[in-house]
């Protein structure tokens, strides 16, 4: 079973939206969630945080524009990207930290923002 699978992504717009999905296996115990992306050309990027607590963190480059949230009844992982850029084309990834510090990552989805 794959512990995490996306889905979500494709083309938009620039100044459109979309939202990213990330369902994780009933057998993963998580303290951190992440959503990470590879833009071409590009080093990977730590885009959006949350823990456990519930308290987020951002990167500069999508603050106030992209939110992370979590339905743990669905066990789902949400990326929703607002006011999208075209230097948000990447691969994005989730990922997550197991309560035993095991990490965990997904297969990518692509985003590319374009007209």
């Known amino acids: 079973q794959v512990p995490l699978l996306e889905s979500g992504g494709g083309l938009v717009q620039p100044g459109g939206s979309t939202r990213l999905a990330c369902v994780k296996s009933g057998r993963i115990f998580t303290i951190k969630d992440m959503w990470f992306r590879r833009g071409p050309g590009k080093q990977r990027e730590l885009v959006a945080s949350?823990?456990?607590?519930?308290?987020?963190g951002y990167s500069d480059s999508v603050k106030g524009r992209f939110t992370i949230s979590r339905d743990n009844a669905q066990n789902t992982l949400y990326l929703q990207m607002n006011n999208l850029k075209p230097e948000d084309t990447a691969v994005y990834y989730c990922s997550a930290t197991g309560v035993n510090g095991d990490g965990y990552w997904g297969q990518g989805t692509q985003v590319t923002v374009s007209s």
């Open positions: 949350l823990f456990s607590d519930g308290s987020t």
